[in-house]
């Protein structure tokens, strides 16, 4: 983002303060969506960097929309000041903000706000808070307010390490500048913000675009330039026979739910290898899909008719699933792997090298950490799967509220959909059926797992709008819908 600020502003052409007054008008239209109350005491904290620049740009553009009761709060802990804070700074003296200078926490005690603007420390954090600066955020955070953060809380890393011990300001609404931060799409965030919102700054797009970076977001318009429509004089041969080898007498469900989104995805033909207990559930639940009766002593035999397999879901950890899991391995041809799959890889680290090359993994944290180790951050946890996606030349569907799909080019996507109210078992054995659905249809590893994340958070989104929890069959049998959209 700092590369593209100064691309804007050498080529559109732009001068900082310019940029800097477009962030503040951006950020000024979603607070006062937000909160317009003309009567509200609005407390602006404001660094004397260009996050604090920003901020007494907002108080200009506060008074200037009605907002009367506006106070800015200058935090004088640094002689240094940025050249754009200087010039908003004479701006503001011209008006008739009002404006207090904060030298030490204590400079705050008659303090009184009904909302927080945090404009103290943005994207230029380059170490943890401490001293004064560590006071303010806590004395901030004991108002229990409303704060809204400028482009980044106060205290909160764009990238990298998100303490446990967060010392920083805790926002209600982070409005940020253009593009999320990294570090938003962690678990860890939470404790910095309640949410985000992405605004518009009109920095370089077509700059923004061409960098080579290693995190990408995936986007509506990157679905649809990658899924193809059905074609005309097609049939079920032309879109893949997916097998999923899968369920157990007491998690045959497993199987179920992944055949179903196989089913629901538009795999060609559906085999589920599942235990002869389960025929009766299968045959009757879902009829298009067929069997291959498993019992302890069955290989797959043939496994090259299958143009993509899947192995885990409900599967159970035991010395016939692992071998199954390597005879499988053994045909070197690509596979999904999930749950039991790859519990069965944890318990013996010996198969993972034999893992086929463009195979996915699909682990959920805690099954990640089976595999790899232990990760405290989930910043760290990510870096390990971006190694070991390019060491094992595999990719590896990392599951969170937001996925992190790891690519063997040590590329990260970042998956946009998806919601709590996908928080229940089986979500991540229909995420399982959807990826061999995709690569049975012919779509590339990658390109299989970056769609399926996406569909299967899509299909999920769609349903939350009306409903307060959805179920995994609920998701998997409104993946055509999720698909139709962007045909
Ligand atoms: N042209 C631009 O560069 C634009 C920048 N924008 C704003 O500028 C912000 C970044 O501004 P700056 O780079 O000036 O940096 P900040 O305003 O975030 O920080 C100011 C200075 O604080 C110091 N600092 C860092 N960590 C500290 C700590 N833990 N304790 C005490 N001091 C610390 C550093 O010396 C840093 O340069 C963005 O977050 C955004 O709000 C926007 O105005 C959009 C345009």
């Not at 879901?313 to 699933?321: A, D, K, M, Q």
Request: hydrophobic residues 40%; aromatic residues 8%; charged residues 20%.
């Amino acid at each position: 983002m700092r590369q593209a600020d100064e691309f804007t502003i050498k080529n559109k052409p732009i001068a900082s303060i310019d940029l800097m007054e477009k962030a503040a008008r951006s950020f000024v239209q979603s607070f006062l969506r937000d909160e317009f109350d003309a009567n509200q005491r609005i407390a602006i904290f404001c660094g004397k960097g260009n996050n604090g620049g920003d901020g007494l740009a907002i108080a200009h553009l506060l008074l200037n929309n009605g907002c009367e009761n506006v106070k800015v709060y200058v935090i004088n802990f640094s002689d240094k000041q940025s050249d754009d804070f200087a010039i908003n700074l004479q701006r503001l003296d011209e008006s008739r903000c009002k404006k207090i200078n904060v030298s030490t926490v204590d400079d705050l005690k008659n303090m009184k706000a009904d909302v927080i603007i945090d404009a103290i420390l943005g994207s230029g954090l380059n170490k943890p808070l401490a001293g004064d600066y560590e006071k303010l955020a806590a004395f901030i955070n004991e108002q229990n307010k409303k704060v809204y953060a400028v482009d980044v809380p106060t205290g909160f890393p764009s990238e990298g390490i998100i303490p446990a011990e967060y010392n920083g300001i805790k926002a209600y609404k982070t409005i940020c500048f253009q593009r999320p931060k990294i570090n938003f799409f962690f678990p860890e965030s939470a404790l910095a913000t309640q949410e985000y919102e992405v605004v518009d700054i009109d920095l370089n797009e077509d700059f923004i675009q061409q960098q080579d970076a290693d995190f990408y977001l995936v986007e509506e318009t990157d679905v649809r330039e990658l899924l193809k429509s059905r074609k005309l004089f097609s049939h079920k041969g032309t879109y893949g026979h997916a097998l999923i080898v899968a369920g157990n007498a007491d998690t045959m469900g497993a199987a179920l739910l992944s055949s179903l989104a196989c089913l629901h995805t538009g795999a060609g033909l559906t085999t589920a290898c599942i235990p002869k207990s389960g025929l009766t559930a299968l045959n009757s639940l879902l009829p298009e899909v067929m069997a291959l009766p498993r019992d302890e002593y069955t290989r797959i035999e043939n496994p090259a008719k299958f143009k993509a397999i899947a192995i885990g879901p409900g599967l159970g950890v035991s010395p016939e699933s692992e071998k199954l899991l390597e005879s499988l391995l053994a045909t070197n041809k690509p596979l999904v792997i999930d749950a039991d799959g790859l519990n069965c890889l944890a318990d013996n680290q010996t198969l993972l090298s034999k893992v086929p090359k463009s195979s996915i993994l699909t682990p959920h944290m805690k099954e990640f950490d089976r595999i790899f180790g232990e990760h405290e951050h989930w910043w760290d946890r990510v870096q390990t799967a971006k190694v070991q996606a390019q060491a094992l030349q595999i990719v590896i569907i990392l599951k969170n509220q937001f996925t992190f799909v790891c690519l063997p080019d040590g590329k990260v996507y970042i998956n946009p959909t998806g919601n709590p109210a996908m928080a229940q078992g089986g979500m991540g054995d229909i995420l399982t059926g959807v990826v061999v659905s995709f690569l049975a249809q012919g779509y590339s590893s990658a390109e299989s797992a970056i769609l399926a994340t996406f569909i299967h958070g899509r299909a999920g989104d769609m349903l939350a709008d009306d409903n307060a929890v959805v179920t995994a069959s609920e998701v998997a049998k409104n993946m055509p819908k999720a698909l139709k959209a962007f045909q």
